[in-house]
């Protein structure tokens, strides 16, 4: 077992662990921590596959951004559901929908390469290329979504007068 | 009033002018038999086609005169005149004189076609009118309830007969269609029912055919005959229809329409030919309906229904005739028995618009004020029970005789033969009974009947000459043009008609039965007293058998309205139910099924997320398990 | 060259648009434009056959055919194309004079009679467009139009149970209809036609197995056959029936029954021939089926209106049966059948109307002896009873003669079947008549009081027809017989 | 880079865009009134209309166009992977996709004239509209779900645009959550499919599409997909959420909804499948476990008749006792679905006609009976389909209006919506085998669906009011309003039903123009499209 | 570089993406929600990434862009499920969404 291996073990037990912990703990304010974390996992498994650039704007847009966002929102609407989180508990039928569809993508496993393959290694410049070259209308589309979602998402939390 | 009676003299004048015309023709016959046929219409056209008529064919209508047709023309016509004459007077209170005399004149129209029409289809036209007139005209007293129901009843019946005319008329045309031009002859040289452009091909005589169908085939026209002719089974409607105003029954129900059976059997006989079987059949339900009809008349009190009674019975002799080969001798029946029983009829009418009763037990001593009725029903009776030399003698004694001359080749004829012959004594017995009841005594049994009278001129001169017709149409069989009509419409069969040469033992022991028969009622009847049967009588039940119909009436209504209504309510259960409760079953299925498929509609938005996420399971399973399966089973697409 | 019946379309079509817009005046309107269609219809049978615009290429087969191009793509070619031949001309006249009959007998319409005679006279042009439809889009399309209006004359015009009534009609013969499409379409596609012409689908289908025949003939058949009805899907009539106003019924019965055998002569019958041999038996069986149980429904019904709507399924179970004969003199029955029913069947409606207005019930043990009162309506239903009770030398005698004589030809001692439910018929009728028109007088409202002259007037047009018809049918039969298509190759 | 030669094919899209800012423009100097910026929503999708129109061939407009042949339908180079192509469908799709914008817009404008939400609703509006207009032009999977993606962010806020209303608000949330959970199931399934091919190109997928070595990744990955796409095109069991969004929504939004979002959905499973679909692998079909080539075309088909037949039937089934007018009209839009998916599923060019000319129908039709219910609702009348009586006698243009619209619907004779059945059913028993049995499915769901359609007609035309139960709705008093009128619905609102309903008819009569320009649409897109 | 098995990234995210439905599926604080929806749409993401470089070439650079726009993306999207999240929680008084179930059936 490589070294890389042993992290990526590691780094798959953290992420997992993180994310259920976030769905299950009682205090909302546990569960943005536990989220940081996991977003923070997930950065480094991108540092481990080598797209740092991935990793950094993981770190900035997830486990800032976001969490900060998540964090205003619990705050927001915390005064109305001080008490904690009403834990639902493991429901069966959620659970074993989700089992059952974690069982079918990992069948697809079996027709997948076995063995390890060389990973590739991309110059964040060659990135950056592709992003703002050939794939440059993803952003551009991503740019009015954004617009869309700033403009009708301020209107709606702003304190209307009528 | 005289404006109603203004019309009814246009019809008397039309029919008049149409008696001269018949009579004309007749007389033509008689000078120079032969077959006549005049303009003919073109119905309906099949151009020659693939199929069954490779040829093609026409329905056509037109006009052919034979002598049998100028036989039954005169019978018609000159009835016909007098009936109309006589109405004047019988009907002239009543206000629905106007309805009355278009619904004859129709009548007499529809029967004139009949008698001259040159093929089954268009007799069977006539046929289904003349039964709508008498359908009307039964039902002329309509608020009357009896009178509506008996006019629906006699329609129904008949209607039975009617449609197994229309089979006969089915199977003569398949089976001439198989047999293929042949033969010659009055109704068949004019095309039957089907002609080819002008060329006929279906013709008389065509037994080459299949003979199970031929005889299926008379079996249906013997069927069609007994519906309009009353014969047994059915009889029922004659004696009901006597709700109708006696004229009516006078003309319709005694000495046309319900002859046009016998003249159908006559014709078909003639024309088309019957097996041995239809012939045992037909003479059979002829001698059987003619004692059976009898012995019904024999108790009635019913003055027109006795009359009815004997219709039947009569018409059955007529039958019996055509059925052992002898159509002529029938058509001769027809013809004498249209008068007297005319007369019978007319004579009883007399009576009736007298004492306002059809009852016989309320009459009595009517002789006395109305001696020429009583006069002319004495005249009807004789020539009824055979008394030579009126002319029923002739007639029935002719149909005996010949009758009696087949019996050798048909050992089954003996017991229907014999049953007919008893009848001479019954149909003498309750003729004169009714007689006695009603004319004999002193005074009226029912003492409110008032005084009764003669009628009006009107009535009279048809009575009249009526009853010098009862006397001496019998004797036109030895009037030599008289004969050669009979004979050469006769032509065709092969059976010598055997008018005029009555064996003498028949005649005697007839006239003796018929004399036996009136003494009967004299004794029983004559000094005008009404016994009672005592109740612990043993003819009682009997009586009450011939009272009731022998129940046919009350089994027919029995299976009509409570069999047929049963099963008709039964099948309405069923439609309203069954069928249209299935289409309400699928809506209350899909109801329900949407009733509970709503319920997935639970609003909170965890359960669409997991309908999504198990549904995405099921695409799964569909597309990894469920398709791949199902494409190879479809071959790859 | 005058496209005569592009004319019609364009009058019916003006005319209905008008009497919708033509508010009180619309029975003028309405009126109008039915002389004028009657006009434009004696037209036609004036020029028929060899009208100027007869062209035999067109629309083979067929007296005045027209085509223009329509709808047009790669793999669909549909056509406005229309014409006539023998039986569908006879059938045009039947629905110019039912719609004489009907504006007539409607005269004194006072609920919106704007929409009234525009639904109605909307009725009529359908039917006529299903009758002279040569394309199977066109043909649906009529044939589905007529729908709307009916469903609207229903559901606003009818009696308590309308807005039931109108649903259960409307959905069961568009279930039908739609079925009918499937097979439609098939008939188009599996054949390869060139285009949704008839013609180009005579040419194609024709040829097709026996056993794609058999399932398209099928389809074809539940989908005519409902609008028939036959049983067991018969169960919308008695309802659409007894609820429809009298216009709605007289209509119903008299043209959109006859649709249903038009369509099933046109677009089953002709097109595939071995579908139908296969499927006789089939049809023999249904047919039978219908005219027993039609008949012996009807005896038990106390309400005119639905005795006269089941004895209908009794008429028409015999017009499947003469079309199932698959004989030319089958075929000729069948539409003489559908003429004579259509008039016959017409008349006792409006009778029926007449009853209801003049005694406030339809109910037969309700009334008696109402001839000394209505002594017009009592003859008329007399007509009409003994018209359709098939008395020789009213019209339907001649068809329903010709009908069993093909029966006979062809099924030979099944025919007892019919005959014997002639016996039933003419039981109900005369039933029905003893308990109306005869008897002493029996719940008679005081105002009774004979048809007034516009129901007079109407229901003695179709007694002059049935009188006419009864006695000269010839003249029916040659018009038929003027149908190429057949094997009639004309008199 | 040649700015007019860029700018040109993406007239139409430009112009959205310019209307969008300029509408919010307006909004921050505080011109807000809902008469201007509905005009320029309006103003700028029938603008766009007008383009598209022109870019589709049609003659009269022939000087507007800005595509020319060589960029339309153009055959795609071996290799090249392309973001975005222009299809004639595609143009088809931007054009039924703007008349929805455009008819709402329209109707829209006769609200009050002082909501307040006005600028975001018809900002949105276009931006959604932009959204549609770019998944039309897609050939990449991921520029079609972040198109798609535009599409869904601004009709979430569409949705809750009234701010105050719970009922809204309640939808808005459920639109979200689901729409986010379909989100990710899009882009999962849509990783999974560049794991197995490499690419995101949807030509480069079809070019390979059958011979992968992954089938149980491909099929995993088209389950995704199929999931996430069936969100918007509300295919059962992915629909639930449309009921109560199509009611809590402002129903002019939902009418945009239906007219417009929804059909991105279908379409985009047009884009995304119609490749595969039309993939069949040479050798028979076996288990996708046991490795070696899968027919994923057969199997994508009949994965899709099935949810085809599922969707028609319970969309209809569940109609049929609804009482309330949106919700049953939301149920009987989810069966509409079903229907357009049948061209998919068929895969022929026929077919695709049949079901474009559906989604063009439709458009009208749902599009043009919610407009009339937030009329109807505006003037008073409740929720209730049993609110709705006499409706139609009381005003008889509009009753006839909608009426036009329902037997379009249920796909009665002489209305485009007959025609768009006629021609979809028509194709499937063109295409013969199976597929005859779609036909026969969808005829009798058709069948089932007048019931319910039948009757709101009943219920308009043949039940009398309850006394003052309906307002007269036009002004004050009680006299009959005019027939002509616009009565309360305000005259804009008016005429965009009044288009409809006239468009439901004239198209119905005479479809061959629209039919015509599908038709070779369709074909070319088999042939040549992505 | 190194060797990693692909197989334990499959698993990896379609465990993470089983445990984000398992969250949408139960959770009813819409924040949990949003967060279930970011731990599912993150192993969306990872697949992007690891199959980009399990790959060759620029395909395995797409992985790499995809996966930038997306995480750009659900950043948009959280904010608007969070704008929803305050209106409906102003109006509501709740942010629990089995809650908010007035639209049913």
Known sequence: MSLEELAFIVLAAVALFTAVAALLVRELVHTILWIAVFFVDISAIYFLLEAPFLGVLQLGVYAGAVTVLLLFGVMLTRKRIFSREAVTGLDAVPLSLAVVTFIFVVTAVGQLPQSSETLSVYDPTLLSQNLFGTNGPWLLLLGLLMMGAVAGSIYLVREGRE | MRRLEWGGWVSVAFSGAAMVVGVLIGVGEMVNPGTYTDVRYTWLHLAPAPGPFPNGFSLVVGTLVDPISALMLIVVTVVGFLVMLYSIGYMHQDRGLPRYYAELSLFLTAMSGLVLADNLLEFFVFWELVGVCSYFLIGFYYEKPSAASAAKEAFIVTRVGDIMFLLGIFLYFYNFALAGPAGSGGWAANGFLFVNGNQPYLLGHGLGGNSTLLTVAGIMILGGAAGKSAQF????????????????????????????????????SLFLGFTSTDQLAIVGIGGFTAFFA???????????????????????????????????????????????????????????????????????????????????????????AGIPPFAGFWSKDDILSAVYSQLGSHPAYWPFFLLAFAAVFLTAYYIFRAWFLAFSGDHPRDPSLGHAHEGPWTMQVPLVLLSALACGAGLLIFVPGFQSLLLSGAGATGIPPVYGTTDLLISAASVALGVSGIALAWVLWGNGRVYALPETSAAQPVRRLLLKRYYFKIGYDWIGAKGVYTIARAADFFDRFV??????????????????????????????????????????????????????RLGGG | MIPLLSVIVATLAAGTVLTFLAGSRARWVALATTIVFLAEVAALFAAFPGWPGYNSALVPGFADGESYSWISIAWMHVNYTVGVD???????????????????????????????????????????????????????????????????????????????????????????????????????????????????????ARGLSSVLQSF????????????????????????????????????????????????????????????????????????????????????SQRDMKRLVAYSSINHMGIVLLAIALDSSLGLLAAVLLMFAHGIVSALLFMASGSVHHTFGTRDIPAVGGITPTTPTLSTLIMVGSLASLGLPALISFPAEFTALLATWNTLAYWVFVPLIILVVTAGFYLWMMQRMLFGPARGIPSTAHDVPWYEGAAMAILVAFTVLFGILPGLLVNVIMNSPIHGFPGT | MDLSSFAGPFLPEILLLAGTLLIFLLDVLGIRRIEVTGAVA????????????????????????????????????????????????????????????????????????????????????????????????????????????????????????????????????????????????????????????????????????????????????????????????????????AVDVYDGAPTDVTAF?????????????????????????????????????????PVLQVTLAILAVLTMTVGNVLALLQKEMKRMLAYSSISQAGYMLIGIVIGTSPALTGATLQMFANVFMKTGVFLVVAGVTALGVGPLIDDWKGLGTRRPLLGVAFGLMLLSLAGVPLTLGFVSKFVLFSSAVEAQGYFVWLAVAGLLNSALSVFYYARVLKVMFFDRPEPDALPTGAVAGGSEPSLLAAGGLGYARATAIALIAVAVVAFGVYPQPVLGAISNAAQHFIHVGP | MTALPLVGFVALSSALFAVGLFGILTRRNFILVLIAIEIAMNAAILNFVYFGAFSNGTAGLTGQAVAVVLIGFAATEVAVGLAIVLALNRVKGTINVAQANELKL
């Not at chain 2, 006696?246 to 014709?267: K, N, P, Q, R």
């Open chain 2, 233 to 268: 089974p059915l009889h029922v409607w004659l004696p009901d229809a006597m709700e109708g105003p006696t004229t009516v029954s006078a003309l319709i129900h005694a000495a046309t329409m319900v002859a046009a059976g016998v003249y159908l059997l006559a014709v078909a």
């Open chain 2, 294 to 384: 009898a012995t019904m008349a024999v108790v009635h009190p019913d003055i027109k229904r006795v009359i009815a009674y004997s219709t039947i019975s009569q018409l059955g002799y007529m039958v019996m005739a055509v059925g052992a080969g002898f159509a002529m001798v029938g058509l001769f029946h027809l013809f004498t028995h249209a008068f007297f029983k005319a007369l019978l009829f007319l004579a009883a009418g007399s009576v009736i618009h007298a004492v306002g009763t059809q009852d016989l037990f309320k009459m009595g001593g009517l002789r006395k004020t109305m001696r020429l009725t009583a006069i002319a029903f004495a005249v009807g009776g004789l020539a009824l």
């Open chain 2, 579 to 632: 069928i249209d409760g299935t289409v309400h079953g699928f809506e209350r299925a899909f109801a329900l099924v949407s009733n509970r498929l709503r319920r997935i509609q639970s609003g909170v938005v965890s359960d669409y997320a997991a309908y999504v996420v198990a549904g995405l399971i099921a695409l799964f399973v569909i597309l990894l398990i469920v398709a791949p399966y199902v494409v190879s």
């Open chain 3, 86 to 204: 023998g039986i569908s001309l006879v059938l045009i006249l039947l629905t110019a004079v039912l719609q004489l009959a009907t504006v007539v007998y409607s005269w004194e319409e006072q609920k919106r009679p704007a929409a009234y005679f525009g639904l109605v006279l909307l009725t009529c042009f359908g039917c006529f467009g299903v009758f002279i439809a040569l394309d199977v889009l066109l043909f649906f399309l009529f044939w589905e139009a007529v729908l709307i209006p009916m469903f609207f004359l229903i559901g606003y015009w009818g009696g308590p149970q309308r807005r039931y009534a109108a649903l259960k009609f409307f959905v069961y013969t568009h279930v039908a209809s739609i079925v009918m499409l499937v097979g439609m379409l098939a008939l188009v596609f599996y054949s390869g036609a060139a285009s949704f012409d008839f013609s180009a689908i005579y040419a194609s």
């Open chain 3, 216 to 299: 398209m003939f099928l389809a074809l058949f539940f989908g005519f056959g409902v609008k028939f009805p036959i049983v067991p899907f018969h169960t919308w009539l008695p309802d659409a029936h007894v609820e429809a106003p009298t216009g709605g019924s007289v209509l119903l019965a008299g043209l959109l029954l006859k649709l249903g055998a038009y369509g099933l002569i046109r677009w089953a019958v002709e097109l595939l021939p071995s579908g139908l041999h296969t499927m006789q038996p089939v049809l023999y069986v249904v047919a039978f089926v219908s005219i027993i149980w039609g008949s012996v429904l009807s005896l």
């Open chain 4, 42 to 241: 309006a103003g700028a999708s029938a603008l766009a209309l007008l383009f598209v129109v022109a870019d589709l061939g049609f003659a009269p407009l022939a000087f507007l166009a800005n595509l020319s042949a060589g960029q339309v339908d153009v055959a795609i180079a071996p290799g090249a992977t392309p973001l975005y192509a222009f299809t004639s469908l595609g143009l088809v799709f931007q054009g039924i996709f703007l008349t929805a914008s455009f008819l709402v817009a329209l109707a829209s404008m006769s609200r009050p004239s002082n909501e307040r939400g006005a600028p975001i609703f018809f900002g949105l509006l276009l931006l959604a509209t932009l959204g549609m207009l770019l998944v039309t032009i897609a050939s990449d999977l991921i520029f079609l779900l972040l198109s798609v993606e535009i599409v869904s962010i601004s009709t979430y806020l569409l949705v809750a645009y009234t701010r105050k209303d719970v009922r809204s608000l309640e939808a808005a949330m459920k639109f979200y959550i689901i729409g986010a959970l379909s989100t990710t199931l899009s882009f999962f399934g849509a990783s999974l499919l560049y794991g197995a091919y490499g690419t995101t190109n949807l030509f480069a997928i079809r070019a390979v599409a059958g011979s992968v070595g992954y089938p149980v990744l491909v099929l995993l990955g088209y389950g995704f997909l199929i999931a996430g796409l069936a969100f918007k095109a509300t295919l059962v069991p992915f629909h639930a959420w």
């Open chain 4, 257 to 297: 909804l239906t007219g417009g979002s929804k059909k991105v959905g279908l379409f985009a499973i047009f884009l995304v499948f119609l490749g595969p679909v039309l993939f069949v692998a040479p050798g028979a079909g076996g288990s996708p476990f046991s490795g070696g080539t899968v027919n994923i075309g």
